[in-house]
């Protein structure tokens, strides 16, 4: 793995932001948690997790130990202990009398709208236990789930989780393609999607591509439900093909939940690597869904009777899986969910939203962040925001221009309210499952741009290349030292990938693949990825799988891609490509245009480059190796400097030649 440098001009610019904003007496007065907490779990924290188990979860069975740690990295937590999910997340909160408390706010993106309770949720994912179970699916079999955001996504989730069953939910934005790897890597037996949603103002299609994924033979698919969202015309195989409304009209509304082991697995989520192929990252339920929830008490100050929480992140990834789907519901929240693009019809729908719901607290990307304040601060200040009281960043580095916009002007309703709403930047991965660093609201003092401290429990630190942590003002590689409960257990069928990816670069650390820094009080900031993986809007793509998705084209010999910064988006796809001396490309065809479009269709148009660039030859190290730095050099339009461990030295000449063409 290369390793590039993980500081830069931005970052030392970054590093002297010295602002500093303490919370106000009364939030911190009032707050979930207090300082006193990190001395106490940091003084035993598995003794901590045990208890936070305990309290946040309802067990049938109580586990016996709390870390089985005897065969690094596999860990097991709350050993013997046995759960459910669904459970936890539904009917204990209608046996506690809170089944009229509304659950979900729906949103769809016409503007159709749902009050869904927990005892209505509960209903819809009892029927759904029975209907997935009439069609053969049992504890331990994978279901794939293709679904926009609609309060079926969650049903289908928690029923799967309610059975046993593993769900693996890939983003409605990846191809079919992906999806069908998705599919054969986890064999699925059940795909459940919709005939499609909606995206700014106009149907947009999913069941075509469960169709085209499933066109060829030798996969694992038995059924296909299908969900009617935008009544769009769909094709039908019958047998296989079955209406969600038909099967869960037929399922009874009657449903025990049994505890499942703790290790059970709860689910897949792949997510990109280094290498081509996407990793299964597997989850399982109990330590799972103890950080969740602890989690998302303390980072946001949850209060569940009076709060109205929106988590903005689509459920296709691993924030909509701890933020939307399970931690929320475990906690007894109402939130918001919204189906739709940020600017249908126009671009002040979230704050429409916000000031429609009382959302009080809101997590969102900075990607989105940045865009909105794009968009101009008058679209917000239209709206009235005085409901917000806490605000969560996700998915990369915040800048401290995106950091303070969001404080003015959504957490302090346009600037027109005096108190400004704490700011939390959460990180954390897909493996890690739940938040790792985030301020806490009502006890740290906030910088914008950093993630600053460990939560508690959480063992976090930066270290050199040789594993030895840095001092403060320095920076490094971040890494895990100890295990933690919502920790990923292993990649679906590769455990030795597991060991290879997280646990070889420094011995006995979880490596992340993040560099970062420890400023002068210790505080953490975060840099951006060390290896391949680009983030793009929040999302991990790997280069590697784009590469390979440029080179399977006919007309492509060699590809290279690289993640160049960008203003809104953090980083943008930028591919350099080599095409075959005997590709024969039609008369007025593009080429970037035609490979776009058929990067679009191997992984999904997310992945599509922002730029294509034809070039002649690539930098390559004399072992042959492609040298991104150089290219990224390029893609940034800065001079790439020293190109000497080049083979062929004038090759960098000749890209800027021929993009000055
Ligand atoms: C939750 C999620 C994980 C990668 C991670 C890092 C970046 C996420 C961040 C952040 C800086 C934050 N990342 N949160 N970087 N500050 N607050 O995003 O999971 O999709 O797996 O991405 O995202 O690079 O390694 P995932």
Redesign the pocket.
């Known amino acids: 793995m290369a390793h590039e440098t993980v500081t830069g001009d931005a970052f030392e610019n970054l590093l002297r932001e010295n602002r500093q904003f303490a919370p106000s007496p009364e939030f911190a007065a009032a707050a979930n948690v207090h300082e006193g907490i990190y001395a106490e779990a940091n003084a035993d924290p598995e003794a901590f997790w045990a208890a936070q188990a305990r309290e946040r979860l309802t067990w049938s069975k109580d586990f016996t130990q709390t870390l089985d740690w005897s065969e690094p990295p596999f860990a097991k937590w709350f050993v013997g202990g046995e759960v459910n999910a669904a459970y936890n997340a539904l009917d204990r909160h209608v046996e506690n009398g809170l089944g009229d408390r509304v659950a979900i706010h729906f949103e769809g993106e016409p503007g159709d709208t749902e009050t869904i309770t927990y005892a209505d949720l509960t209903e819809r994912v009892k029927r759904a236990a029975n209907a997935f179970e009439s069609l053969g699916v049992a504890k331990g079999d994978r279901v794939a789930v293709y679904l926009p955001m609609i309060p079926e996504a969650v049903v289908t989730m928690l029923a799967c989780a309610r059975i046993g069953a593993i769900h693996s939910v890939v983003f409605g934005g990846f191809s079919s393609e992906a999806l069908r790897s998705r599919i054969d890597d986890a064999e699925a037996k059940l795909v459940v999607t919709a005939d499609g949603t909606y995206r700014r103002g106009k149907p947009s299609p999913l069941k075509p591509a469960v169709d085209e994924a499933l066109a060829e033979d030798g996969h694992t698919v038995q059924h296909v439900v299908v969900v009617r969202r935008n009544g769009q015309d769909v094709a039908w195989t019958e047998g296989r093909d079955l209406a969600w409304s038909e099967v869960m009209a037929a399922a009874s509304p009657e449903h025990t939940a049994v505890g499942h082991d703790a290790e059970h697995p709860l689910f897949i989520l792949y997510?990109s690597g280094t290498t081509g192929k996407p990793k299964g990252i597997l989850h399982t339920t109990g330590g799972y869904l103890t950080q969740t929830a602890f989690t998302h008490s303390a980072v946001f100050d949850l209060k569940p009777e009076t709060d109205v929480y929106w988590c903005t992140a689509d459920i296709g990834?691993?924030?909509g899986h701890s933020y939307v789907t399970y931690a929320p519901l475990v906690n007894g929240a109402t939130q918001v969910m919204y189906e739709g693009t940020p600017d249908s019809p126009h671009q002040g729908r979230w704050w429409e939203i916000v000031q429609k719901y009382k959302v009080s607290i809101l997590y969102t990307a900075p990607t989105a962040i940045r865009t909105m304040m794009k968009w101009g601060s008058d679209i917000p200040a239209k709206y009235d925001l005085s409901s917000i009281r806490v605000l969560g960043?996700?998915?990369?580095?915040?800048n401290p221009e995106a950091w303070m916009w969001y404080r003015e002007m959504i957490g302090g309703n346009g600037g027109r309210r005096e108190e400004r709403a704490p700011i939390v930047?959460?990180?954390?991965?897909?493996?890690t499952g739940a938040i790792m660093i985030a301020p806490l609201p009502g006890v740290t003092a906030t910088k914008p741009g950093s993630?600053q401290v460990p939560l508690p429990g959480i063992a976090v630190d930066v270290v050199d290349e040789a594993g030895q942590p840095v001092p403060d003002g320095h920076g490094g590689f971040l890494v895990i030292r100890k295990p933690w409960p919502a920790m990923l257990r292993t990649i679906w069928g590769d455990p030795q990938r597991f060991k290879d990816t997280y646990w070889s670069r420094f011995d006995g650390m979880y490596f992340?693949?993040?560099g970062a820094k420890k400023d002068d009080d210790g505080d953490i900031w975060?840099l951006?990825?060390v290896d391949d993986v680009m983030?793009v809007s929040?999302?991990?793509l790997s280069t590697t799988e784009i590469e390979s998705a440029l080179v399977s084209h006919p007309w492509v010999a060699e590809a290279a891609v690289v993640g160049a910064a960008d203003e809104t988006t953090g980083q943008a796809v930028v591919a350099f490509v080599i095409l075959r001396g005997e590709a024969s490309i039609p008369e007025g065809e593009d080429p970037a245009a035609v490979l776009r479009a058929h990067v679009g269709h191997e992984i999904g148009p997310i992945a599509k480059p922002r730029h294509i660039l034809v070039v002649p030859e690539l930098p390559k190290t004399r072992s042959g190796k492609i040298m991104r730095r150089l290219l990224k050099d390029v893609a940034e339009g800065r001079d790439p400097g020293d190109a000497t461990t080049l083979a062929d030295p004038t090759v960098m000449h000749k890209i800027a030649q021929d993009l000055r063409k």
């Open positions: 997510t990834w691993v924030t960043s996700v998915g990369e580095p915040i930047d959460t990180w954390w991965q897909t493996e993630a992340a693949g993040d975060l951006g990825r983030n929040g999302h991990r």
